[in-house]
């Protein structure tokens, strides 16, 4: 069995579609076959992310509120078990230090 290949689109690509959706006024299954995307994936990028806009004109794709806070809700994982880690670490070298004074 072969894989499944995952078109990938750039930045900008999801930037103007995302800004398509808003300004278009077509549906979002209408603008997913012109543009020739998969059913759903409109919506999948639109709870993703968030056109900015920044100043001069432009724009820019960012995560959104809840995508940036589970991003944010994995990194202090990571950090809070390389915490338990070493304060596991400290306690046993504690301990082995409280017993070797004679």
């Given at each position: 069995m072969s894989r499944k290949q995952y078109?990938?689109?750039s930045i900008e690509f999801k930037k103007d579609a995302?800004?398509?959706?808003?300004?278009?006024g077509k549906s979002v299954a209408e603008l997913e076959r012109d543009l020739g995307l998969s059913s759903g994936l409109l919506y999948k990028w639109r709870d993703r992310y968030q056109v900015v806009e920044k100043s001069?004109?432009?724009?820019?794709?960012?995560?959104?509120?809840?995508?940036?806070?589970?991003?944010?809700?994995?990194?202090?994982?990571?950090e809070l078990e390389t915490v338990k880690?070493?304060?596991e670490?400290?306690?046993k070298a504690a301990i082995?230090?409280?017993n070797d004074q004679p």
């Open positions: 078109k990938k689109y995302l800004r398509l959706l808003e300004t278009s001069a004109g432009e724009d820019s794709l960012e995560l959104s509120d809840m995508e940036a806070a589970k991003v944010e809700i994995r990194r202090l994982k990571k880690q070493e304060r670490i400290l306690k082995f230090f409280a």
